[in-house]
T-cell receptor, first 108, second 112 residues
Framework: DAKTTQPTSMDCAEGRAANLPCNHSTISGNEYVYWYRQIHSQGPQYIIHGLKNNETNEMASLIITEDRKSSTLILPHATLRDTAVYYCIVKSGNQFYFGTGTSLTVIP | NAGVTQTPKFQVLKTGQSMTLQCAQD?????MYWYRQDPGMGLRLIYY???????DKGEVPNGYNVSRLNKREFSLRLESAAPSQTSVYFC???????????FGQGTRLTVV
């Protein structure tokens, strides 16, 4: 089963881009990378997902390396409301494995 | 649209008591999931249901049972609660198995 490795915590200045890295070196060719975030103790919120091409939506961009062993979530202009735990997830079979995520703190 | 609704939001049980956590979604999703989250940890999958009438074990199924009552509802039952089951429980649903999942707001369960 593909698992992910993320830094435990990161800080980012308000208004700057937040770049959150994720390693998934055992990912298989047909497994997607998903990103979710969890604010306080609320239910996780979907952000974005991708297979091998870079993806962008209204919330973020996802950059996946060519060998697919790592990816980066980019929040282009971080706000205080982006302070949360960010989970990089590889869907393995029918299951999402969440890991412990990166705690992002956006600093005023 | 309410999305995914979980009841109750909070519950305190005594060791050995039983209870059922309820989850309902109004998005006509085929797949539903139950996760637990312990302090400082990510979410761990307990059980999931790919479609109405089917259920499968996740990472940590011991001590739990589930029922996919119909397409909308997926319940989680603790037959004999233990302190190790103190956790926050999240229900989720998705349109395609493993597709984008939508989560409820959680049930905070304490077993004393």
């Amino acid at each position: 089963d593909a698992k992910t490795t993320q830094p435990t915590s990161m800080d980012c200045a308000e208004g700057r881009a937040a770049n959150l890295p994720c390693n998934h070196s055992t990912i298989s060719g047909n497994e997607y990378v998903y990103w979710y975030r969890q604010i306080h103790s609320q239910g996780p919120q979907y952000i974005i997902h991708g297979l091998k091409n870079n993806e962008t939506n209204e919330m973020a961009s996802l950059i996946i390396t060519e060998d697919r062993k790592s990816s980066t979530l980019i929040l282009p202009h971080a706000t205080l409301r982006d302070t949360a735990v960010y989970y990089c997830i590889v869907k393995s079979g029918n299951q999402f494995y969440f890991g412990t995520g990166t705690s992002l703190t956006v600093i005023p | 649209n309410a999305g995914v609704t979980q009841t109750p939001k909070f519950q305190v049980l005594k060791t050995g008591q039983s209870m059922t956590l309820q989850c309902a979604q109004d998005m006509n999703h085929n797949s539903m999931y139950w996760y637990r989250q312990d302090p400082g940890m990510g979410l761990r999958l307990i059980y999931y249901s790919a479609s109405e009438g089917t259920t499968d074990k996740g990472e940590v199924p011991n001590g739990y049972n589930v029922s996919r009552l119909n397409k909308r509802e997926f319940s989680l039952r603790l037959e004999s609660a233990a302190p190790s089951q103190t956790s926050v429980y999240f229900c989720a649903s998705s349109d395609l198995l493993g597709g984008e999942a939508f989560f409820g707001q959680g049930t905070r369960l304490t077993v004393v």
